[in-house]
């Protein structure tokens, strides 16, 4: 089970080149289910897309970081607790599958 965070980020900021970094990193060397998409805004690498993502979240200023789409305190204990819990959550789907080989055929029965 895979984990988008969204790191709101700035070439301007300070702090997005210190802690900032160290909170990306440190996230995706614990845990490599997590997908992290750097958002770039106000700078010369800001996209359309990253800017309405980064509004669409709320702008809290960068560096800020976004667990799917939920804000989170720029706190690194608080984000990776986020992160952690999603990953051990349950699944909501449930898959059965069964499959006979007979000679060159195969069945494969799906049960969702």
């Not at 970081?65 to 989170?72: L, P």
Request: net charge negative; hydrophobic share 35%; aromatic share 10%.
């Amino acid at each position: 089970k895979n984990v988008l965070v969204f790191e709101a980020t700035s070439q301007a900021c300070s702090y997005c080149g210190s802690w900032g970094v160290e909170y990306s990193n440190n996230l995706t060397s614990q845990y490599p289910q997590v997908e992290l998409i750097s958002l770039h805004g106000n700078d010369g690498f800001q996209s359309t897309l990253a800017r309405n993502l980064i509004l669409n979240l709320g702008n809290y200023g960068t560096p800020h970081f976004y667990v799917g789409s939920e804000s989170m305190d720029n706190n690194y204990t608080v984000i990776s607790s986020k992160v952690n819990t999603l990953i051990n959550e349950p699944s909501d789907v449930a898959l059965l599958m069964q499959y006979a080989i007979r000679g060159l055929d195969m069945n494969i029965d799906v049960q969702i």
